[in-house]
């Protein structure tokens, strides 16, 4: 196995090497002695439990794992059970009520990000429940999941994908599960009146990627398309809302979010993040003695939670350059109302070099815990959202330089891809 370079760079491929010897007798000592050292590596699985979304992006789900991905495993003697979900939220079902998890040493989804949400939602959940944790507890101390939950990207974007392999590449994802290579990384919990909504790993977001979604659920018949087309739509009419964003910061984090230091393998600051059990203390002493929470309350274009980079082949950068798999925190990045032209300007730097944080009403924190509560009254469900007076279509595109929507609507977040319920929430 090598790794390529130049444009391939982080892609993985199969190599051979052939050994030659005469004696038929010493060549089946080499095999069985082989073979004996590799059955030693705990780290490497040999039996997974598989989920292939046959929907998801380009509809090519099954066909990768078949073409690309079982021929691997079958190489290196790894057993599977494959199950091809026929709805959504199947695997996430499966994995809380019936899967036997003691039969397998991890589990693999072969879709995009949703897949990849669906199967985290069914471990995290079916691992709270057999230990008897109440997820409606925000400040309750979840109990960490024994399997670990392998990539093989066949979705939209694959971001988590993208910001953890540093590709989308099938070959690539089934090698790191075949060697066992493993990435820990940070799981933001979202309650609402101390209600658990959903688990979030990516991004929350706020405004500008809320209203693309909401657009773009309308449009599922176009693929992967829609995106683009609602993102266009959303960047026209140009909203913003008002609220209240709640945060308590990360003090003690000697990273930053400007500070250009990314998150690779054996990051020194995912390494040297505190326990769980640690954390409590921390985040209580950060409280006592820092004077606790900062609040800012304004007028805001989108309001993003980025708990990884969030790269991917558009934005090979991310949201968040800078932001870490396991260091315990969330970038809480705050877009405030402004012109067309600046938030374009804004937008443009996701796809460059530039600091996309180097403007004036552009502002981001490192933090631990954030609540969010928009101006007006918590409308009751996203049915009541649809019938708002928030408006449809485009805005009028107006000649002065600041916004002319109504700043009176909810937006709705945005969740790994799902949308919430409510717009007011607490994360930690």
């Not at 494959?82 to 009520?97: G, P, Q, W, Y």
């Not at 590449?169 to 990384?185: F, N």
């Not at 959303?234 to 250009?260: M, Q, W």
Request: charged share 20%; hydrophobic share 30%.
């Amino acid at each position: 196995m090598h790794r390529s370079k130049a444009r391939y760079q982080h892609q993985w491929r199969c190599s051979d090497v052939t050994f030659h010897c005469a004696n038929q007798g010493l060549c089946e000592q080499w095999v069985q002695l082989i073979n004996e050292q590799l059955s030693l590596l705990s780290n490497r699985p040999k039996s997974l439990l598989v989920y292939i979304n046959p929907y998801g992006g380009t509809q090519s789900g099954k066909r990768i794992y078949e073409q690309k991905v079982a021929p691997l495993f079958r190489r290196a003697c790894i057993s599977t059970d494959v199950i091809v979900t026929e709805r959504a939220n199947h695997a996430r079902d499966h994995l809380k009520t019936e899967a036997n998890l003691d039969k397998y040493d991890g589990v693999v989804c072969v879709g995009g990000d949703g897949m990849f949400s669906e199967v985290l939602h069914g471990l995290v959940t079916r691992t709270q429940t057999n230990n008897g944790v109440d997820l409606n507890q925000p400040d309750t101390e979840l109990v960490p999941c024994s399997l670990r939950i392998g990539i093989i990207p066949a979705g939209s974007t694959d971001c988590i994908c993208f910001a953890t392999v540093g590709t989308n590449d099938p070959v690539t994802s089934a090698l790191h599960i075949i060697v066992g290579d493993s990435q820990p990384m940070d799981v933001c919990s979202v309650h609402h009146n101390d209600v658990f909504l959903r688990f979030s790993v990516s991004l929350l977001g706020y405004g500008f990627y809320g209203d693309v979604l909401t657009d773009s659920e309308r449009k599922r018949w176009l693929g992967p398309a829609r995106y683009d087309l609602s993102g266009v739509k959303t960047f026209l009419s140009h909203n913003y809302y008002e609220g209240t964003i709640s945060f308590l910061p990360a003090e003690n984090n000697t990273a930053t979010p400007r500070d250009k230091l990314q998150c690779r393998s054996g990051c020194c600051v995912c390494l040297h993040q505190p326990s769980s059990k640690d954390g409590e203390q921390w985040e209580m002493s950060e409280e006592k003695e820092n004077g606790g929470w900062s609040a800012i309350r304004g007028k805001f274009i989108a309001i993003n939670a980025a708990s990884m980079s969030c790269a991917c082949p558009r934005s090979p950068k991310g949201l968040s350059p800078s932001a870490h798999l396991a260091d315990g925190t969330t970038d809480l990045i705050l877009v405030r109302k402004c012109s067309r032209l600046d938030f374009f300007r804004h937008l443009l730097r996701h796809t460059n070099k530039d600091d996309q944080f180097d403007h004036s009403f552009v502002e981001v924190h490192r933090v631990r815990k954030f609540r969010f509560q928009p101006r007006h009254r918590e409308l009751l469900s996203l049915e009541d959202l649809s019938e708002s007076p928030k408006k449809t279509g485009f805005s009028p595109i107006c000649s002065a330089r600041t916004t002319c929507n109504y700043s009176t609507a909810h937006s709705s977040w945005t969740c790994d891809g799902e949308l919430l319920p409510h717009t007011a929430i607490q994360v930690r």
